[in-house]
């Protein structure tokens, strides 16, 4: 089905059970349970597993498949979010038009940075692409303020032209009505789901992103991409110019990047410089390494990860930490809370720190690997062969030689 | 702080329909309400949005101690602080409205986008009435229009850009703290008594916009005086490192060095400007001056012996003496040891009002709320006589000068208030030019609904 | 003339920092293939052993004053540094005043033990990685490094002052006979320039004129050869990553007068250090020195006001702007070797 294997049709289909069952399955404990604090089905976070999930599995083409690694696609993700508020800025709410721009946008500038940057290799393309990216940076917090409204951020004003505004077009980003902030609600017991527009909006385009990826991935291009990585110098004596397809792997994945941007200002219509400075982009470097470079479902799983931290780690304080223990005795209340106080609320960067240095020692494939690891023990358990995990094992990383010579 | 639970859905387990999946649509909130996350039960939850990471996260921590004892203040636990002070009666130490008043906190990282995302989380997740805090113009505007989008109220802390209630003004939005053309105003006749009128001034200017609007506000006040202006020279962000940018001062005829810059950017660029040496020299037969228009406690503490005799503004300080200012310290002092900031105090500030327009108007209805707020006149904040204004949302009161003090005897008093400008000579129309002039409009208030 | 004169002076303190930290990268890198992340945070603790420094010697006993009052109205305690009711407040004072260079004592050891510490306990399972794994672990260790210290320090910068007589700037301009004022320079960046001169000559004459440097650079250059000769690289290796971590320390401990030190400064100057570093050309250490100062002193002259209003932002970008030009023009950067992290 689809132009894949059965394998690879039963994969996509539990992908697209999880993405759209996500709501549900991200609220876990019952509201006004202590527990609660967890949860993470709400719009704005979902929203935010699944664009950074595009723009990680984007990534991930380039990285993955061809080992080179990009330090500069914030500039991506930032040039496709300020394509889109312009959109809105000049035509109306309308997310279609600005989504579709960004996309053509994005691999215009994914073209020009990748035809410079990919005459080099190695760390020299890294620092390349690192350096485009700053300059992005720079300049679109400062000297090109007019454009890009600086630090405050491009945003609307009552006074934009607008021009298919409608006396009743929704004063919010829509696509043709459907608003995107509007969400529907519906408990159960203790539960409370929200089903938000602007969250499936995003699912659906993940969705087929990550088909998109699929077929890259099983396709000859793919097979081509990979053979880079094994061994460029080997594929060049053989005849074969490696530079156009790493190109296109480069410019493929900025189209990622910008439609991730894009639909960042398609939730919120906001786009920040710091969207793209190098911290942006050293973060789905991270969440790729972090699920398991060269997998598909690694990257997704990484930018999950990250993002779940920030948004939930974050926001644990101290009052929320002594209504946790409020059965212990006072003392040894104090004490736990103490205990745990530097790992939470602002020392949520620390736990990531911890946890970054965890995963790469213990599991050198990623997320993915562990997730398998735990397949395999449960499978030699239950001794059947075809495990959930197994599925991805073909295209685990390799290491990687060492290269200093 | 034991309370059992942190989510204002903790309220609908008891009032929901069992077992039974009940569907509405909604905006940010379900449509039983009449406006964004109405609180049904007997608790109330406020958002506090402050940096507790990156550059700034000292002053939200000292943002987040102010807004906890704000709470602790409305629910009537602890001495009550300024609400003993403030002229306005409506809060009695019971809540508002009869909740009691819970908080959940996020991390603005001071970025737009983390603040945005911190701040959704809370209206999505936890259900809040009220944002309130950060530490930057750039995340006051973002969070602001997020806030105008969802239908709740904006608090703004520390912001101090024209803008937040200039061209970005928002009718969800409220500012307490003052702003650069307030800085302008009260410093430039202090710097007259101080500097006369014959001064030539050289600008260095953080790149971006509060940057912008500061230098703009302090050159317009500083040339109405007959001061020349040498050159503005735009500095990078955390640059780190500006020699560069100060060596060629001396020689340029200036005899006044202008900082506008803040935080990290302005330890470094003041402490730098110090080691050239430049407050040694004599230029045009003059003493080489530096000014700092925005100063903060924890600014002036990273910068320690260096800015001795450096004028600057502040919105509050904890050394006034009037009675709203004692009762806050007092309180603030007991409970964390060290007297509060003046981003603290604006955070403070914030939180009460907002309760006390909520007790007025007997809803929490954000357009009831911001009605409440608007044209509202008090006193015992510490800032004498204030104003909310109803055109803009800007707080209209007496704005401090500040010097740094020549021996201070702990590291909290290393500033002392050198006048107290009274608000009549800070206030300017609303349509201001510097404050996006005609076209700048509040918009309708959204209650969300 | 006297402004390029005056960028000049300028840019070689700055790029005193910049070669001391690329000089540590690239040791580590050359020497062990790593990619560390975590180089711009051993900056950061060097810088903050200043910080504990200045904290040791100004360790105080109270005293109440009866005269004065504090915040709350209670009798204000004074603090009186130990060392001031030891050796009087004169010598005391002195001591306090010049805890930055003082603290080069402390820094060498603790940098030292902790470039061991994180060699032995974390780097060393990671040679065999790739180097996608050795950044993500080094970049973790470098967010946990300043979060520790963000829990002891704070968030704000710490003012650590240059001892007193270094207060204050020569004018060169008289010496060269311009009219005063026109070129000065602060003498502590004099104390620091002269003092990475002092630290680069170091660590060259001693890879260049010590039997253990001969084999270090014999390890670099092929490491499986002299691993086959019987000499123990991997030892030499751990004392060429102490090395590293006590110059990047060292570099902070005396920039900390130039920089008040926050506890992410470290990050502040990871990507300008690999910038620097790759601009070099990797694996060279002449390289990365003469990028660092070339970085520096361009950097200067890109904020002057001249170029400034002809480009505008161009400080901001020019760093970036130049590795892209070199880069494109000289494959390898500067001095780089074929072959090294080109895959």
């Known amino acids: ?405 | 702080m034991t309370n059992s639970t942190f989510t204002r859905r903790g309220v609908l387990k008891t009032g929901a329909v069992t077992g039974a999946g009940l569907a509405l649509p909604t905006i940010f909130t379900s449509s039983a309400s009449a406006f964004t996350n109405e609180p049904t039960g007997n608790t109330v939850t406020f958002g506090f949005n402050v940096p507790q990471t990156g550059p700034y996260a000292e002053e939200g921590l000292d943002e987040l101690r102010a807004q906890e004892l704000a709470v602790e203040h409305i629910n009537g636990i602890g001495d009550g602080g300024m609400l003993n002070t403030f002229t306005s009666k409506a809060l009695d130490g019971t809540g508002i409205l009869g909740k009691k008043v819970q908080f959940v906190t996020g991390d603005t990282q001071t970025k737009s986008d983390a603040a945005r995302a911190a701040a959704k989380s809370m209206i999505e997740k936890d259900g809040v009435v009220m944002i309130n805090g950060g530490s930057s113009s750039g995340v006051a505007v973002a969070v602001q229009s997020l806030c105008q989008e969802a239908g709740i109220i904006f608090m703004a802390g520390l912001t101090h850009s024209n803008d937040t209630t200039g061209k970005d003004r928002k009718a969800n939005g409220f500012r307490h703290f003052f702003n650069a053309y307030m800085s302008g105003a009260a410093l430039a006749p202090v710097l007259e008594k101080a500097y006369g009128t014959e001064r030539r001034a050289y600008h260095l200017t953080a790149d971006y916009t509060w940057g912008y609007t500061q230098q703009e506000s302090i050159q317009s006040f500083t040339e109405a005086l007959g001061w020349q202006t040498v050159n503005n020279v735009l500095t990078p962000v955390g640059a780190g490192d500006f020699s560069s940018y100060i060596a060629p001062v001396l020689n340029s005829g200036a005899d006044v060095l202008i900082l506008n810059h803040y935080g990290g950017d302005m330890v470094n660029s003041l402490t730098q400007a110090v080691q050239f040496g430049l407050r040694d020299k004599q230029v045009n037969g003059k003493n080489f001056e530096i000014v700092v228009p925005l100063y903060s406690e924890l600014m002036a503490e990273g910068a320690g012996e260096n800015i001795k005799g450096v004028f600057g503004s502040m919105n509050w300080n904890w050394q006034l003496q009037d009675a709203g200012t004692k009762a806050f310290v007092q309180s603030f002092g007991q409970k964390y040891g060290r007297p509060p900031s003046n981003s603290a105090h604006t955070c403070y500030v914030q939180t009460l009002l907002y309760a006390d327009a909520v007790a007025r108007a007997g809803s929490f209805n954000p357009c009831a709320v911001a009605e409440a707020l608007e044209g509202f006149e008090f006193d015992g904040m510490g800032n004498g006589p204030t104003l909310y204004r109803a055109e803009d949302h800007q707080c209209f009161k007496d704005v401090l000068v500040m010097k740094g003090a020549e021996n201070p005897t702990t590291p909290f008093d290393t500033l002392e208030v050198v006048e107290i400008t009274p608000r009549a000579q800070v206030e300017y129309a609303p349509n201001h030019p510097m404050f996006g002039g005609d076209e700048a409009s509040l918009g309708q208030c959204n209650s969300g609904a | 003339m006297d402004a390029i004169l005056l960028q000049i002076l300028n840019g070689l303190d700055k790029g005193s920092a910049y070669a001391l930290i690329a000089l540590g990268l690239t040791l580590i890198f050359g020497t062990l293939g790593v990619v560390n992340f975590a180089h711009g945070a051993l900056f950061m603790i060097g810088a903050f052993c200043a910080v504990t420094m200045q904290r040791i010697l100004g360790l105080s006993f109270s005293q109440v004053d009866p005269t004065k009052t504090d915040f709350l109205g209670n009798p204000l305690k004074v603090q009186v540094p130990y060392v001031e009711s030891w050796f009087g407040p004169e010598v005391g004072g002195a001591i306090i005043d010049w805890s930055v260079p003082i603290a080069i004592v402390m820094a060498i050891p603790v940098m030292i033990a902790l470039g061991f510490a994180m060699e032995r306990g974390l780097i060393k399972h990671f040679y065999k990685r790739p180097h996608a794994d050795q950044i993500l672990v080094t970049f973790g260790l470098a967010i946990v490094l300043q979060e520790i210290v963000k829990y002891f320090f704070g968030a704000n910068p710490i003012q650590t002052g240059a001892p007193d007589m270094f207060a204050g700037s020569f004018d060169f301009g008289v010496l060269m006979g311009f009219d005063p004022n026109v070129i000065i320079y602060p003498y502590w960046r004099m104390v620091y320039f002269l003092f990475a001169l002092v630290i680069i000559g170091g660590v060259f004459a001693f890879l260049q004129f010590t039997t253990f440097g001969m084999v270090v650079r014999a390890g670099m250059a092929d490491r499986e050869t002299v691993g086959l000769l019987g000499i123990d690289i991997d030892r030499r290796f751990t004392i060429m990553f102490g090395l590293a971590a006590a110059v990047a320390g060292l570099a902070g401990v005396m920039y900390t007068p130039i920089l008040s030190p926050n506890y992410h400064m470290g990050m502040d100057f990871l990507v300008l250090s690999f910038v620097v570093v790759v601009v070099g050309g990797m694996g060279s250490l002449p390289g990365a020195v003469l990028a660092g100062f070339l970085l520096g002193i361009l950097q200067s002259f890109a904020s002057m006001n001249e170029i400034k209003s002809i480009i505008p932002g161009i400080d901001q970008v020019i760093i970036y702007l130049i590795a892209i030009v070199i880069l494109l023009t000289r494959p390898r950067g500067l001095m780089g070797r074929k072959g090294v992290m080109e895959d």
Not at chain 1, 76 to 81: I, K, Q, T
Not at chain 1, 106 to 119: K, Q, V
Not at chain 1, 284 to 301: D, F, N, Q, R, S
Not at chain 1, 372 to 391: D, E, H, M, V, Y
């Open chain 1, 1 to 405: 089905m689809f132009g894949l294997s059965s394998k690879d049709t039963r994969f996509l289909l539990i992908v697209v059970f999880l993405t759209l069952a996500t709501p549900i399955l991200l609220q876990p404990f019952p509201e006004g349970s202590s527990l609660a604090q967890f949860n993470a089905g709400y719009p704005d976070l979902m929203q935010k597993f699944a664009i950074f999930g595009i723009f990680a599995i984007g990534f991930n083409i380039l990285f993955g498949l061809t080992g080179y690694l990009s330090f500069g696609h914030a500039a991506f993700l930032g040039v496709g979010s300020y394509t889109v508020v312009w959109m809105y800025k000049l035509l109306g709410y309308n997310v279609l038009p600005g989504l579709v721009l960004a996309v053509i946008v994005s691999a215009l500038f994914a073209l020009l940075i990748g035809f410079i940057s990919l005459r080099r290799s190695g760390i020299y393309f890294s620092i390349l692409t690192l350096a485009f990216a700053q300059m992005s940076y720079n300049l679109a917090y400062s000297v090109l303020t007019p454009i890009t409204n600086g630090e405050t951020g491009l945003q609307v004003y009552s006074n934009d032209p607008q021009i298919l505004m409608g006396e009743n077009s929704p004063t919010s980003p829509h696509l043709f009505g459907i608003v995107m902030r509007e969400s529907t609600q519906f408990e159960v017991g203790g539960w409370l789901f929200t089903l938000n527009n602007g969250y499936y909006f995003c699912a659906v385009i993940a969705i087929l992103a990550f088909y998109l990826s699929l077929r890259i991935f099983r396709s000859p291009f793919g097979m081509m991409l990979r053979a880079i990585k094994t061994n460029q110098t080997r594929m060049n004596y053989t005849g074969l110019n490696s530079r156009p397809y790493t190109l296109a792997a480069f410019v493929i994945s900025g189209m990622y990047a910008g439609l991730a941007g894009g639909l960042l200002a398609a939730m919120d219509p906001l786009a920040g410089a710091e969207r793209m400075q190098w911290t942006a982009s050293g973060e789905v470097v991270l969440m790729t390494i972090l699920g398991g470079a060269g997998t598909l479902m690694g990257p997704v799983l990484g930018a999950g990860f990250i993002k779940y931290f920030e948004n939930i780690f974050s926001k644990i304080n101290d009052g929320v930490l002594h209504a946790w223990f409020a059965f212990l005795p006072d003392g040894l209340e104090d004490l736990v809370v103490a205990l745990i106080h530097p790992f939470v609320g602002k020392g949520w960067h620390l736990t990531l720190g911890i946890l970054f240095m965890l995963v790469v020692i213990f599991l050198p494939g990623g997320l993915v690997e562990g997730g398998q690891r735990i397949a395999r023990l449960f499978r030699s358990k239950k001794t059947k062969t075809a495990g959930p995990g197994g599925r991805n094992r073909d295209h685990q990383p390799k290491p990687a030689p060492h290269v200093a010579e």
